[in-house]
């Protein structure tokens, strides 16, 4: 009876997980976004209903209405703001959605401030009884109108001409074009639905917890699994996956004490479907369209200025590297204050760096790198704490446990496209921090003592120890990137079939990148949990995952200079800020990052660091005039000459 009991519970629970799910099956079907927005879309909701129906006073039903409503206007504004990349690559859609939940976070961070809150119930405080279980009105709506709503969307893209416009955009958006189905109106109305659905979910889940910054982006970990069970395509599989998560969730708390429990199910359930399903929603097509002469006078002129600063920027570059280098070492080097936050803005530098090799050369997107930060600090802690080790070994051994973790999870990873990966890799980070951080054998700080016989207790110190061991590194990955094995990881990244072709192993070379990137930011966070002395399973939350990957690409995902440039923007910067500010100015960073993310994908994909760089061509001739002809021949030859037996000769790539 109990375990009956525990699968009406999940089904109940699930409802909410389904409501969400269905309406980011259909976006993904007509859209292409993959869209982790739905997250900030129910925080949202959540949020302006405890404040309407709390403080404010309003009977709830309108304070419910306009939380809705206010959702709703606010899904269309992020219609207009994505419509720029619409026809973007799909990872570049997802990290779009992404820099809206960043945006949302520092938005609702600064209205509302940073303490839970809670709101008051919806429906009456009653309970529907089903033997010796009692579900509440409040639980019964959320899967009530998450039934409905998959019913309702099936039955509205069969019987309605809007709704077979579309399932005809879902199948061939370039027809659906040329037949008079407007995109642009598809889009409005999806982005409007599924911000409506999330809200919804967001004002009826309120009053059943206290409500935070984060407690949305765990949902959006349980509603995406639900959307794998229907491959992205079948409303009805993803409304009966959100029900079936609901129900491994609630069968697990019954089964396991241990906190994180559900999210570690949810991970191999994730796992389980990537790997073992086949068929896909598949990724929709570019798709040209018009621009409105007003739209591009206007994009433009954001070019031109784009331009002439760029061209600033490169004029005075040398002497700026200079001079920075120079106040790098000096300032914080005679102040306890400035050596924090240089050494705060090191330890990003370092995560944008292994993001860079992970993300913008090997073209995996990782929603993970949060749980390595977590696991070289915790690791280190409990190498130092419990076992004594010295420090400089603790944190090689942080270093090296990251790298274990990597090779766990790059091996599903090598089966998996990007977008796959990186909903398995933001429930490996939910994992991570709700059960594996949370046990009771990792210490929760990790005292100072000595590296190499230098006293870190004073942060200008730790500061110094950091700034050479962040140049190693840099060196480290710029070898990797000017070696053979550089240009064959971005040829593996752009055509791995290619690569195959010519004798050379692809995965093998992304689980090599997997495992260096994984070191890096184990070893990273390490020095980030020395720089912090104490933290929490908080600090290493799906939150900083999603922050550190929008820093690397507004910094710069593909460049060197990327990290530097997001370890100043988001480690140095609003340190500052923070000290000559009230502490609302620490969400002015996310709200920073979610605006330039989204401007640069439009205007500048190549991050901030692309300023420091010439144009790149703008036409086939310039081009092959700069592009060295025959290089990708080139390394193939001397790959395979690497891997040839002694006196054979590698084969003439054809």
Do not use: C
């Not at 896909?280 to 097509?285: K, N, Q, R, S």
């Not at 939350?541 to 999603?546: H, M, R």
């Not at 891997?643 to 054809?654: C, D, H, I, Q, V």
């Amino acid at each position: 009876m109990t375990y009956f009991n525990g699968v009406l519970v999940g089904i109940f629970t699930g409802g909410a997980y389904a409501l969400v799910a269905v309406s980011i099956t259909l976006m993904y079907r007509s859209t292409g976004f993959l869209s982790f927005a739905h997250a900030g879309f129910a925080s949202l909701g959540a949020y302006v209903y405890a404040d309407f129906a709390g403080p404010r006073g309003f009977p709830r039903p309108l304070a419910a209405l306009i939380a809705i409503v206010v959702t709703a206007l606010y899904g269309l504004v992020t219609e207009r703001i994505l419509r720029p990349i619409r026809n973007a690559p799909a990872a570049t859609k997802m990290i779009a959605t992404l820099g809206i939940v960043q945006l949302t976070t520092a938005l609702i961070l600064l209205i509302y401030g940073f303490a839970p809150t809670s709101a008051p119930l919806l429906l009456p405080d009653q309970s529907i009884v089903i033997g010796s279980l009692r579900i509440s009105y409040q639980q019964t709506a959320v899967l009530v109108i998450a039934g409905a709503t998959a019913v309702g969307l099936g039955w509205f893209l069969r019987a309605t001409r809007f709704g077979t416009g579309i399932r005809a955009v879902a199948g061939n958006p370039d027809s659906a074009r040329l037949m008079g189905v407007s995109l642009t109106q598809v889009g409005r109305f999806n982005w409007a639905l599924g911000a409506t659905l999330a809200g919804t979910a967001g004002v009826l889940l309120a009053p059943l917890s206290p409500i935070t910054a984060a407690t949305f982006t765990l949902l959006l970990a349980k509603a995406l699994t639900a959307t794998l069970v229907g491959g992205l395509i079948s409303l009805p599989l993803t409304f009966l996956g959100g029900l079936g998560v609901g129900i491994a969730d609630s069968l697990t708390t019954l089964r396991f004490s241990a906190p994180g429990a559900k999210e570690v199910v949810t991970m191999l359930l994730v796992v389980g479907l990537l790997i073992g399903r086949r068929r896909w929603a598949p990724e929709l097509p570019p798709t040209p369209e018009i621009k409105l002469q007003r739209r591009s006078r206007l994009r433009d002129t954001a070019v031109t200025v784009g331009q002439f600063g760029g061209g600033l920027l490169r004029t005075v570059k040398w002497p700026l590297i200079i001079v920075g280098a120079v106040i790098a070492v000096v300032i914080p080097a005679r102040s306890g204050y400035w050596g924090f936050v240089g050494a705060r803005g090191l330890a990003y530098t370092i995560q944008s760096l292994s993001l860079v090799l992970l993300v913008g050369w090997g073209g995996q997107v990782s929603l993970m790198h949060g749980a390595y930060v977590g696991i070289g600090a915790f690791t280190t802690a409990l190498l130092v704490v419990t076992h004594g080790v010295p420090l400089e070994l603790a944190l090689l051994g942080g270093g090296l446990a990251g790298v274990v973790m990597g090779a766990l999870v790059g091996l599903p990873a090598l089966r998996l496209s990007g977008l796959q990966f990186a909903i398995a890799s933001l429930t490996f980070a939910g994992a991570a921090s709700e059960f594996l951080f949370r046990r009771t054998e990792f210490p929760k700080s990790l005292p100072r003592g000595t590296l190499f016989g230098v006293d870190i207790f004073d942060d200008s110190h730790l500061y110094l120890f950091m700034l050479p061991v962040t140049v190693v590194l840099y060196l480290v990955v710029w070898n990797v990137r000017r070696s053979t094995y550089g240009p064959l990881l971005i040829s593996a990244r752009d055509a791995s079939t290619t690569v195959a072709h010519f004798g050379a192993d692809p995965n093998r070379t992304r689980m090599g990148t997997f495992l260096l990137a994984s070191f890096i930011a184990a070893f990273g966070g390490g020095l980030y949990g020395v720089l912090l002395t104490g933290f929490t399973p908080f600090d290493f939350s799906l939150i900083l995952s999603i922050a550190l990957l929008i820093y690397a690409v507004v910094g710069g995902i593909e460049s060197l200079a990327g990290p530097l440039v997001a370890g100043i923007a988001f480690g140095v910067v609003p340190q500052l800020i923070q000290g000559q500010a009230s502490t609302t100015a620490s969400a002015l960073p996310d709200l920073f990052a979610g605006v330039a993310v989204l401007a640069l994908l439009a205007l500048r994909p190549q991050g901030l660091a692309s300023l420091l760089r010439a144009p790149a061509p703008t036409s086939e001739e310039e081009e092959r005039a700069v592009v060295p002809v025959g290089r990708f021949d080139l390394v193939l030859k001397r790959w395979r000459a690497r891997r040839a037996p002694l006196g054979a000769s590698a084969p003439e790539a054809s």
